[in-house]
């Protein structure tokens, strides 16, 4: 088999692995409605763990059919399923314009979450904001913003969560 057959066999049955999440999803949800009474024994029939049936069913109850992207996978709705629907539209809207992966998308996520803003790049009414000023060469701007890009982060939430989490890294180690 020639490389670019292999790799394209991949990429197919990747896509049908992403799928078979929603498809099993949509299929508890189904027999949950539909057969109360002889659901668990469909569940066992299936030879899946049930947990992990029970959190596809969750994400499908959270992502009705015309809200789900195709251009994402079924993680990326799964990390933000938790959310509010106006929540998760958002983020789903800015992971498919930014190509986001779904480890960058739950890192916005994080970010956002623990700045405690609604969305990354929307700063809290009334937050109190210090400026300073910092000489910083232009070399490691452009590296400082490349990374930043890459990252789908805006540069400013970037640059504070970098120097947040070198600062815990250094206190923890410090025991402070």
């Known amino acids: 088999?020639?490389?670019e057959d292999w790799e394209r066999a991949g990429r197919q049955l990747s896509g049908i692995v992403d799928s078979s999440s929603w498809w099993l999803g949509d299929w508890l949800v189904y027999g949950k409605d539909h057969y109360a009474d002889?659901?668990?024994r469909g569940v066992r029939a299936a030879g899946l763990?049930?947990?992990?049936?029970?959190n596809y069913a969750w994400v499908s109850r959270r992502f009705e059919l015309g809200r789900r992207r195709a251009g994402l996978s079924f993680q990326h709705h799964a990390e933000l399923a938790s959310l509010r629907v106006d929540e998760q539209e958002g983020w789903l809207d800015r992971a498919e314009e930014l190509g986001w992966t779904t480890k960058?998308?739950?890192?916005a996520v994080r970010l956002a979450r623990e700045d405690g803003v609604a969305e990354v790049g929307q700063a809290e009414v009334g937050q109190a904001v210090a400026t300073r000023r910092l000489a910083v060469p232009g070399s490691r701007l452009e590296w400082w913003h490349k990374a930043a890009e890459r990252?789908?982060?805006d540069?400013?939430?970037w640059v504070l969560a970098a120097l947040?989490?070198?600062a815990e890294r250094l206190l923890e180690d410090a025991g402070e």
Do not use: N
């Open 49 to 54: 763990r049930y947990q992990t049936l029970r």
């Open 1 to 3: 088999m020639a490389f």
């Open 104 to 107: 960058q998308l739950r890192g």
């Open 164 to 166: 947040d989490s070198a």
């Open 151 to 153: 990252s789908g982060i």
């Open 38 to 40: 002889r659901y668990e």
């Open 155 to 157: 540069f400013d939430v």
